[in-house]
């Protein structure tokens, strides 16, 4: 169980939208942390069903923030506009935690005073049942912006952040609504590195059809991800090359299936987009 404390070394926010049938163990993997000198807060996004009922449950050792339904970055912002840690941590609502990941990711940043954001290793479990991750979601410790390109190598449930680096790269994007981690991700990873605990301690959880990253066409939402941190200024000539290489070819993959379903129009809007960044890229 958390502290009662003014002042908690750790801010966890679990964001959720109509979870009540796991957000029980997520909460409860938090409340068994080792670790007990933090907060959390769990941010209900205007669920329907009966989260508010399970959240009543736990009393004076949560703070709960509800809010019209707005997704899950908005979601994510107002818990961390409400922390009381110079630590944030974030668990998706369908994830769980180990006991140890607290501890051993506070002990990690009081080793690594001028370290800004560190994540876990994760086990993956698909419908009740553990997956192996395919070589090409291994993730990387440091500088890890160009292997972040094609996909997204961060977790959110698995960081943990020292909260002053909101104020130099911004928070998620809440035009986006999905693929918002691998948005904040790039714009963190291109300039700062991106530290990695060996330490699998986090359980990730997924095949449910709720599940935000089965949605669709979310290369649509990489794309404008890249275009933005294209635009920033902020990236070196090789990371430029790299982002444009990536952003050209997400773009003709998008334009391919969109060709294939007839929306032609859409097609065109992505091939242009990629050949305005032709020369960039060579």
Same mark, same amino acid.
């Given at each position: 169980?958390?502290?009662?404390? &003014?002042?908690?070394?750790?801010?966890?926010?679990?964001?959720?939208?109509?979870?009540?049938?796991?957000?029980?163990?997520?909460? @409860?993997?938090?409340?068994?942390?080792?670790?007990?000198?933090?907060?959390?807060?769990?941010?209900?996004?205007?669920?329907?069903?009966?989260?508010?009922?399970?959240?009543?449950?736990?009393?004076?050792?949560?703070?709960?923030?509800?809010? %019209?339904?707005?997704?899950?970055?908005?979601?994510?912002?107002?818990?961390?506009?409400?922390?009381?840690?110079?630590?944030?941590?974030?668990? @998706?609502?369908?994830?769980?935690?180990?006991?140890?990941?607290?501890?051993?990711?506070?002990?990690?940043?009081?080793?690594?005073?001028?370290?800004?954001?560190?994540?876990?290793?994760?086990?993956?479990?698909?419908?009740?049942?553990?997956?192996?991750?395919?070589?090409?979601?291994?993730?990387?410790?440091?500088?890890?912006?160009?292997?972040?390109?094609?996909?997204?190598?961060?977790?959110?449930?698995?960081?943990?952040?020292?909260?002053?680096?909101?104020? +130099?790269?911004?928070?998620?994007?809440?035009?986006? %609504?999905?693929?918002?981690?691998? @948005?904040?991700?790039?714009?963190?990873?291109?300039?700062? =590195?991106?530290?990695?605990?060996?330490? =699998?301690?986090?359980?990730?959880?997924?095949?449910?059809?709720?599940?935000?990253?089965?949605?669709?066409?979310?290369? &649509?939402?990489?794309?404008?991800?890249?275009?933005?941190?294209?635009?920033?200024?902020?990236?070196?000539?090789?990371? +430029?090359?790299?982002?444009?290489?990536?952003?050209?070819? &997400?773009?003709?993959?998008?334009?391919?299936?969109?060709?294939?379903?007839?929306?032609?129009?859409?097609? &065109?809007?992505?091939?242009?987009?990629?050949?305005?960044?032709?020369?960039?890229?060579?």
């Amino acid at each position: 169980m958390p502290i009662t404390s &003014k002042n908690p070394a750790v801010s966890v926010i679990i964001p959720t939208y109509n979870r009540g049938w796991i957000l029980r163990e997520a909460i @409860d993997s938090v409340l068994a942390q080792e670790y007990s000198d933090y907060e959390l807060i769990v941010v209900d996004d205007g669920s329907t069903d009966d989260t508010r009922e399970i959240l009543g449950f736990y009393g004076q050792d949560i703070t709960v923030l509800r809010q %019209p339904n707005q997704g899950v970055s908005a979601a994510r912002n107002r818990g961390i506009a409400e922390t009381r840690a110079q630590l944030v941590a974030f668990l @998706d609502s369908d994830d769980l935690w180990l006991p140890q990941k607290l501890t051993h990711q506070v002990a990690f940043f009081q080793s690594n005073p001028v370290a800004l954001i560190c994540q876990t290793e994760e086990t993956w479990v698909r419908n009740g049942v553990r997956v192996n991750p395919k070589k090409r979601h291994q993730k990387h410790s440091g500088m890890i912006f160009e292997p972040s390109l094609s996909l997204c190598l961060v977790s959110p449930s698995a960081v943990m952040i020292r909260k002053t680096l909101f104020d +130099t790269v911004g928070l998620f994007d809440e035009r986006l %609504p999905a693929c918002e981690d691998y @948005d904040l991700w790039l714009r963190v990873s291109c300039r700062y =590195p991106v530290f990695l605990l060996n330490d =699998p301690l986090i359980i990730k959880r997924g095949g449910h059809e709720d599940q935000l990253s089965k949605a669709a066409g979310l290369d &649509k939402y990489r794309i404008q991800a890249l275009t933005k941190i294209v635009k920033s200024g902020q990236l070196s000539e090789s990371q +430029t090359r790299a982002a444009v290489q990536a952003l050209k070819e &997400k773009c003709a993959i998008f334009s391919n299936g969109c060709h294939k379903r007839g929306r032609e129009d859409e097609a &065109k809007y992505y091939e242009d987009l990629a050949e305005m960044y032709q020369e960039t890229g060579d």
